[in-house]
């Protein structure tokens, strides 16, 4: 499928198989995709000075997450890995052009599709173009998604007495991301939405979507002064190693069927793309060896932790449900961690295994979950299902992560356990 991005108006026509995106604003007709107006607007109002480098990757964001939605798995041949044409107009198209394949490839990894670039001139610009521009006070910056990770790299910021910038895609959990910006004292908030419309039915794996989270966090970070001054400013992605690593717990879950956004491979081809664009920005997941139940365990505001842990959202399928099912891998692994940091789980599921045991253990993912979890300990297994992934993955340590898989499938394995009948 060929997917073309206009950051203009067009009365061109397209060919059946051409799918025609405008970035940063409303779909202009019927069959074109539109993404961006919203960030765009806040660029504009805010009065932002965002590199160029910056820009581009925001501009080839937005177009990858409209693709990723306006192109459907089901017409692939083999009903998941699409073969993805995308044109963007950038800035810097000789930069861009240059990196081409190293992009094609993160994004290859992140979504598991084949992705093909080309890169043209852009028309519209971002931002204002007079010199009264804003800068953002702040060392850092955290992604904030409302979900229980964000939630204590939020809380241990605040302790460390940094000052932070909270970065959200807005959603269901927009309310809850903004009294958690607060509780951790973030000296700014920037909740943004890619807003984007597809025409027909859009695709729901999303396997792309975080490359959106990360195009906002990096307009804030090079937004602020620390970064005008050539300082190094951190993005933090905080997520558990047991979710980050995502391995496959039975042979039916594999590859691009798992989320990548804070997966070690991606993340080191990520910052690997911002250090040749001369960005000085520094990913960082505090995280990556840790447990879900650990990072609960060792957080350094507790008492704020347990007073609005069970506000926040893990589940797969939150939309659907606006509320959290209680049995797809995510909530399994939630319940677990509250078990193993001994923090009393008041979380409204759906489903639970003491109120529906027949409906919970007849799940698909609690099945797995209970399969995978068995071989906690079988130290072979793990190598298998993780170390292949780990071929674009530098500066980790891979006995630690097949040891934080290991002990995060342990507490899935004693959760399951202590509810089975």
């Known amino acids: 499928m060929r997917v073309r991005c206009f950051d203009y108006d067009t009365l061109e026509r397209f060919e059946p198989d051409v799918l025609p995106v405008r970035l940063f604003a409303q779909p202009p007709r019927a069959g074109w995709a539109g993404i961006g107006s919203h960030v765009a607007r806040r660029i504009h109002v805010e009065r932002f000075e965002v590199p160029s480098a910056a820009k581009d990757f925001l501009r080839i964001a937005m177009a990858v997450v409209a693709a990723d939605r306006g192109v459907l798995r089901s017409d692939a041949e083999n ?62 910056v ?86 005008q001054n050539g300082l190094p400013v951190t993005i933090h992605a905080s997520e558990n190693g047991l979710i980050s690593l995502n391995p496959p717990l039975t042979s039916a879950r594999v590859g691009s069927a798992s989320t ?32 879900k139940g650990e990072m609960f365990q060792n957080c350094t505001r507790p008492d704020d932790l347990a007073r609005v842990l069970h506000t926040s959202m893990s589940c797969g399928k939150p939309k659907r449900l606006n509320k959290h099912c209680g049995r797809c891998v995510p909530c399994i692994i939630r319940r677990a961690s509250f078990r193993k940091a001994g923090i009393p789980d008041t979380t409204e599921y759906e489903v639970g295994p003491k109120d529906e045991p027949t409906k919970f253990f007849a ?38 992560l097949i040891a934080v898989a290991g002990r995060g499938l342990l507490e899935v394995h004693d959760y399951l356990a202590s509810v089975s009948p």
Not at 109 to 131: A, I, Q, V, Y
Not at 142 to 152: H, K, N, R, T, W
Not at 180 to 196: E, M, N, P, R
């Open 363 to 400: 799940s698909d993912d609690v099945k797995c979950a209970t399969i995978g979890s068995r071989r906690h300990a079988d130290y072979s297994w793990l190598q298998r299902k993780i170390l292949p992934s780990l071929a674009f993955a530098s500066g980790y340590e891979n006995e630690k």
């Open 142 to 227: 955290s992604l904030l998604s409302g979900g229980a990770d964000s939630l204590v790299g939020a809380l241990d910021l605040a302790k460390s007495g940094v000052e932070w910038i909270a970065v959200s895609q807005t959603s269901s959990e927009t309310t809850i991301q903004g009294q958690f910006a607060q509780l951790a004292s973030a000296t700014k908030h920037l909740g943004w939405t890619h807003g984007v419309r597809v025409p027909g039915i859009a695709d729901g794996s999303q396997r792309a979507r975080s490359i959106g989270f990360f195009a906002f966090a990096l307009v804030a970070a090079t937004s602020t002064h620390a970064h």
């Open 79 to 140: 009903n998941w890995t699409r073969q993805i044409d995308l044109e963007v107009p950038v800035e810097l198209v000789s930069e861009w052009t240059d990196r081409k394949l190293a992009v094609e490839r993160m994004l290859n990894f992140l979504s598991g599709d084949l992705w093909t670039l080309r890169f043209k001139n852009h028309t519209m610009e971002l931002g204002r173009p007079d010199d009264r521009r804003r800068h953002l006070d702040g060392s850092c």
């Open 260 to 291: 990548r956004t804070t997966h070690p491979s991606f993340i080191t081809q990520l910052q690997s793309l911002f250090d040749s664009l001369g960005l000085h920005i520094l990913l960082k997941n505090e995280y990556q060896y840790m447990t």
